[in-house]
């Protein structure tokens, strides 16, 4: 079993930036994907980024050249970078990993871009 704590985010003014980290515990195989998702209020959960365990990582449009997520897989740590942030970028933001068919969610952690 896979246990993810994240930590991180709150709040900042639109063009500031913040970073989320989230860090797995648990029986962790290899290769597996980790990666952050958003839910804005009113709106479906939305992939953000992921990572692989080696190093290849993919972003949505939307946060393509403001976002870098990163990984240490000695530490079980995926980061977020988010700079460049908008309003529209306020959502709880939830770190996943995932195993094959095997899929774990954080608990969330709350963005608030203030315009």
């Known amino acids: 079993q896979v246990q993810l704590v994240e930590s991180g985010g709150g709040l900042v003014q639109a063009g500031g930036s913040l970073r989320l980290s989230c860090v797995a515990s648990?029986?962790?195989?290899?290769?597996?994907?980790m990666g952050w998702y958003r839910q804005a209020p009113g709106k479906q959960r939305e992939f953000v980024a992921d990572i692989i365990s080696n190093g290849r990582s993919n972003y949505a449009d939307s946060v393509k050249g403001r976002f870098t997520i990163s990984r240490d897989n000695g530490q079980n740590t995926v980061n977020l970078e988010m700079n460049s942030l908008k309003p529209e970028d306020t959502a709880v933001y939830y770190c996943?990993?995932?195993?094959?068919?095997?899929?774990?969610w954080g608990r969330g952690a709350q963005v608030t871009v203030s315009s």
């Open positions: 648990g029986s962790i195989f290899s290769p597996n994907v």
């Open positions: 996943q990993f995932a195993y094959f068919s095997n899929y774990v």
